[in-house]
């Protein structure tokens, strides 16, 4: 298995409501990654997880609060999200925080109104 | 301060043509360079990946050549298909700090019948 998965595909919420991402891989990778990706830009990196424990924030509003249950599984817990924080939120992987091996996720299309 | 610029940032070719696509970068330690292929709404896919040592790199129809001295990379396809229409990002890795993958802004190529 060579992929990383992500569900839902889309997602439409209310600002008041309370949703999750979720992210699974299978490839023995020990680094995870989240990123936004709003249209015509570059992703922008969320959250890195490596060997289970947070080891990057970038600096990302308390209404998004991720979770890594395991090795093989990433979350992104949403709530009270704002209209802006309407984008493509992708998941990847890697081996370890080294740069090789990185492999993303189809995304979630997120609209939140 | 590490930067990845491309250029041009959007190009219209007729089926069948090639195209190059450039990636000038001011990253440093560096790692490596790779090229994504993003179709819109979905994850980026990698095409190639070049280390210090590597000049060129072949995926296909995709020739990817790298120029360490220079900072400079480019992305060639060659007899371009419909399905080629995408956004084409350049990310080069640093191997300095516990993470540094950082993404070009982006080639939106459409290719036209």
């Known amino acids: 298995d060579t992929e990383v998965t992500q569900t839902p595909k889309h997602l439409v919420m209310g600002m008041t409501n309370k949703k999750s991402l979720k992210c699974e891989q299978h490839m023995g990778h020990r680094a995870m990654y989240w990123y936004k990706q709003k249209a015509k830009k570059p992703p922008e990196l969320m959250f890195v997880?490596?060997?289970?424990?947070?080891?990057i924030n970038e600096s990302v509003p308390s209404r998004f609060s991720p979770e890594c249950p395991n090795s093989s599984l990433l979350n992104l817990h949403l709530h009270a999200l704002q209209p802006e924080d309407s984008a493509l939120y992708l998941c990847?992987?890697?081996?370890?925080?080294?740069?090789?091996?990185?492999?993303f996720g189809s995304g979630t299309r997120l609209t939140v109104v | 301060k590490n930067q990845v610029e491309q250029s041009p940032q959007s190009l219209i070719i007729l089926e069948g043509k090639n195209c190059t696509l450039q990636c000038n970068y001011t990253v440093s330690p560096f790692s490596n360079l790779r090229w994504y292929k993003q179709d819109t709404g979905r994850g980026p896919v990698s095409l190639t990946i070049?280390?210090?040592?590597?000049n060129t790199k072949s995926n296909g129809r995709y020739t990817a050549t790298l120029d360490a001295d220079t900072k400079q990379s480019s992305l060639h396809i060659t007899a371009s298909q419909l399905s080629d229409s995408a956004s084409y990002i350049c990310?080069?890795?640093?191997?300095?700090?516990?993470?540094?993958?950082?993404f070009g802004t982006g080639t939106r190529l459409k290719v036209l019948a």
């Open positions: 990847a992987s890697s081996p370890n925080t080294g740069g090789y091996g990185y492999t």
């Open positions: 990310v080069v890795t640093s191997t300095s700090g516990t993470y540094k993958y950082i």
């Open positions: 997880y490596s060997y289970e424990k947070l080891s």
């Open positions: 070049m280390t210090f040592s590597e």
